[in-house]
């Protein structure tokens, strides 16, 4: 395992494939160990990449913030992405020793797995994404993505929410299991090759447990 820093960012990496690397936009607090249990696993390079500003940098456009009172969304993801594909692709894969393209998949959870969608439509940098509870109530989304060509790609989508996450509190967060459906149909009506599962639980709950059932049809089957 490998850890440094370009920019403001955190670098973890752990090498197991020069051929699929998989770039993890996720809190790393409890994920130390599964990292590297999981680049063995499932034969892929792990990226964890941390640092960045949750509400600003994964957001695509400026919107109110969420709940009431809280600063607002300044929608950078799109400087984000800049720094992602310019700076830190190359630096980490110059690092690992890879010099052929991988096919490289991205991972996030809560806005970061709306910045993974948001992003796979607009560049061809990650073959696949994988997103766990993706923010798709985010102001506007939807219909984003349904005004939208959807590319055609080679790659696989993996969508993931807990059952509980649809009753929130914050009405804002309760349309947030009709919003995914809606777009992983849309997707899928388009040509993409995706998946949903709704599992037991709600936001940010058992980590490790939802990210080996991505890995798992990602990379296993």
């Given at each position: 395992m490998q850890t440094f820093t370009i920019t403001n960012?955190?670098?973890?990496?752990?090498?197991?494939?020069?051929?699929?690397?998989?770039y993890v936009l996720y809190p790393l607090d409890n994920l130390r160990?599964?990292?590297?249990?999981?680049?063995?696993?499932?034969?892929?390079?792990?990226v964890a990449v941390t640092g960045m500003d949750w509400d600003d940098d994964l957001t695509p456009w400026p919107a109110k913030g969420v709940p009431s009172g809280c600063p607002d969304f300044r929608g950078k993801a799109s400087g984000f992405l800049s720094e992602l594909t310019g700076s830190v692709i190359p630096?980490?894969?110059?690092?690992?020793?890879?010099?052929?393209?991988?096919?490289?998949?991205?991972?996030?959870?809560?806005?970061?797995?709306?910045?993974?969608?948001?992003?796979?439509?607009?560049n061809d940098t990650f073959t696949n994404i994988i997103s766990l509870?993706?923010?798709?109530?985010?102001?506007?989304?939807?219909?984003?993505?349904?005004?939208?060509?959807?590319?055609?790609?080679?790659?696989?989508?993996?969508?993931?929410?807990?059952?509980?996450?649809a009753k929130a509190k914050v009405k804002a967060f309760q349309s947030v299991q009709t919003d995914t459906v809606e777009i992983v149909n849309y997707l899928r009506r388009h040509g993409i090759d995706d998946y949903f599962e709704l599992v037991p639980g709600d936001h940010y709950q058992y980590g490790e447990q939802r990210l080996n059932r991505a890995f798992t049809w990602m990379f296993l089957k």
């Open positions: 960012l955190k670098i973890t990496t752990v090498s197991a494939s020069s051929e699929r690397i998989c160990e599964w990292i590297e249990e999981a680049a063995d696993r499932y034969g892929v390079s792990i630096e980490v894969e110059k690092r690992l020793h890879i010099t052929n393209a991988p096919k490289r998949t991205l991972v996030g959870v809560s806005l970061s797995g709306l910045f993974t969608l948001w992003q796979w439509m607009l509870s993706g923010s798709f109530w985010y102001d506007g989304f939807v219909e984003w993505i349904k005004s939208r060509d959807i590319p055609q790609k080679s790659g696989r989508a993996y969508f993931l929410l807990g059952d509980k996450e």
